[in-house]
């Protein structure tokens, strides 16, 4: 019986400290992991070339906007050089970007096509 609560007590320190370290720490790792923190998407439009990373990734870091309207700088990668004027929707958790797609103006929210257009 102690050993069982030598067990318990030893995994809710450890629950305990992988939760601290998700909720405090802000990078990409922790942010994927963390589930407290809200899948939200951000759109981005495409400016510059991504910088090249290695033969098969690039880079890009670009100012985003939430479906708030609200502004947010974004760091993805991408296996090949994305279209110069392209309009994307970021899946991202806070630092994490989970997937992209190119989508067209006229998909984003009425708010977003405001900010990119003013």
């Known amino acids: 019986m102690k050993a069982l609560k030598?067990?318990?007590?030893?995994l809710a320190?450890?629950?305990i400290l992988v939760l601290s370290m998700t909720l405090l720490v802000k990078n990409e790792l922790a942010d994927m992991l963390n589930p407290f923190i809200s899948q939200k998407d951000v759109?981005?439009?495409i400016d510059s070339p991504g910088t090249k990373v290695n033969e098969s990734t690039f880079e890009y870091?670009?100012?985003?906007?939430?479906?708030?309207g609200k502004r947010?700088?974004?760091?993805?990668?991408?296996s090949k050089q994305l279209r110069e004027g392209?309009?994307?929707k970021?899946?991202?958790?806070?630092?994490?970007?989970?997937?992209?797609?190119?989508?067209?103006m006229s998909e984003m929210?009425?708010?977003v096509q405001e900010k990119f257009l003013s």
Do not use: C, H
């Not at 030598?6 to 030893?10: F, R, W």
């Not at 870091?61 to 708030?68: A, H, P, Q, S, V």
């Not at 970021?90 to 067209?104: H, N, P």
């Open 61 to 68: 870091t670009l100012e985003g906007i939430k479906e708030d």
């Open 90 to 104: 970021l899946e991202t958790k806070r630092t994490y970007v989970k997937s992209w797609e190119e989508v067209q």
């Open 109 to 111: 929210p009425a708010g």
């Open 86 to 88: 392209a309009y994307l």
């Open 6 to 10: 030598i067990t318990i007590s030893g």
């Open 43 to 45: 759109y981005v439009r």
């Open 72 to 78: 947010t700088n974004v760091t993805f990668t991408a």
């Open 13 to 15: 320190v450890m629950f």
